[in-house]
């Protein structure tokens, strides 16, 4: 008489117990970090004949948010399903040599992202290059006497020792803390202010409409040269070194796996006029209307776009 009662009793505690492993399980996050398969040569879990495509994108780069949404947007016209993931730069590439996502838009090699390449570059591929890029230093151009980055020394005053960089693992930023500042004698007057794509370009903006001097870490193609009277000083030392190219990498073998939206990747080249526009519009159209914006652009721009899938020159 007393057991039946003691059986009901575990055989409940049992079920909750379940319940609740199960529930933990199902909210432990262990896969927040990335989407889709964790293994293999595609982080869609692709393979030849497959319609699903991951991209890693970094917010606050603005040719990566451009790139990346075009690209989206033309996929899923042709019958793609297309997962955009926000990454840091550090995460995309490791997520990228994994086969946690299978394509960036946006690696700026050799110069820019070298310490990443040189970790993962075994198990990356380079698609395609479709732009030539570099990194800057800019002020208003009501800044008259500074023109150089070496014109910055002795002007700490005017900027209040502050050049207002982007993210701290940013490969800019590392040029900028073993390259440039020590390069010309900046660092005992200058701090470099670590933070966000978003948040340096807010505060351009907002010096720009008072009219006071400011130094922040920039790189061309971007829309901020449409927006601001901005100008760039001239690295008479190259510090940063020469010219980058913006290219695609995708997690090694993905493109062999992949060879119809590998091709057409192979044939995309935009001008930086081109690329200064879409990232303006975007910029323009506000958050969460990029691939709508992205969209737009290309039915503005049909001739360039559908020479990428023609491979046809416009």
């Given at each position: 008489m007393t057991r039946s009662p003691r059986r009901r009793g575990t055989s409940l505690?049992?079920?909750?117990?379940?319940?609740?492993?199960?529930?933990i399980t199902a909210c432990s996050g262990q896969s927040s970090s990335f989407g889709g398969n964790s293994g293999g040569s595609s982080g869609s879990g692709g393979g030849a004949g497959d319609k699903n495509v991951s991209i890693s994108v970094v917010a606050g780069w603005d040719e990566d948010v451009a790139a990346s949404n075009l690209w989206k947007a033309l996929l899923e016209e042709r019958g793609y399903t297309v997962n955009m993931q926000e990454l840091d730069i550090a995460s995309t590439f490791t997520g990228v040599a994994n086969g946690q996502v299978d394509l960036y838009m946006d690696?700026?090699?050799?110069?820019?992202?070298?310490a990443y390449w040189d970790r993962f570059k075994d198990q990356l591929e380079v698609v395609t290059t479709w732009l030539e890029s570099k990194n800057t230093i800019v002020v208003p151009d009501y800044v008259t006497d500074v023109n150089t980055v070496a014109d910055l020394k002795g002007k700490a005053a005017m900027f209040?020792?502050?050049?207002?960089?982007?993210?701290?693992?940013?490969?800019?930023?590392?040029?900028?803390?073993?390259?440039?500042?020590p390069g010309y004698g900046l660092g005992d007057e200058y701090n470099?202010?670590?933070g966000s794509s978003p948040a340096m370009l807010a505060s351009l903006d907002?010096?720009?409409?008072?009219?006071?001097?400011?130094?922040?870490?920039?790189?061309q193609p971007h829309w901020a040269f449409s927006r601001f009277p901005i100008k760039v000083l001239d690295d008479t030392q190259t510090a940063f070194?020469?010219?980058?190219q913006m290219q695609i990498l995708a997690t090694k073998g993905w493109g062999e796996a992949n060879p119809e939206v590998a091709g057409w990747l192979k044939n995309?080249?935009?001008?930086?006029?081109?690329?200064?526009?879409?990232?303006?519009?975007?910029q323009n159209g506000g958050k969460g209307q990029e691939q709508a914006t992205a969209t737009q652009w290309a039915a503005d721009n049909k001739q360039v776009v559908d020479a990428w899938f023609t491979g046809t020159t416009p």
């Open positions: 505690l049992a079920g909750l117990i379940a319940l609740v492993i199960a529930s690696a700026w090699l050799p110069t820019t992202h070298q209040d020792g502050r050049i207002v960089g982007i993210e701290a693992g940013a490969g800019e930023m590392k040029a900028m803390r073993e390259k440039v500042i470099l202010v670590e907002s010096a720009i409409k008072q009219k006071q001097p400011i130094v922040v870490t920039l790189w070194g020469p010219p980058d995309f080249t935009i001008t930086p006029e081109q690329l200064s526009d879409l990232m303006l519009k975007i």
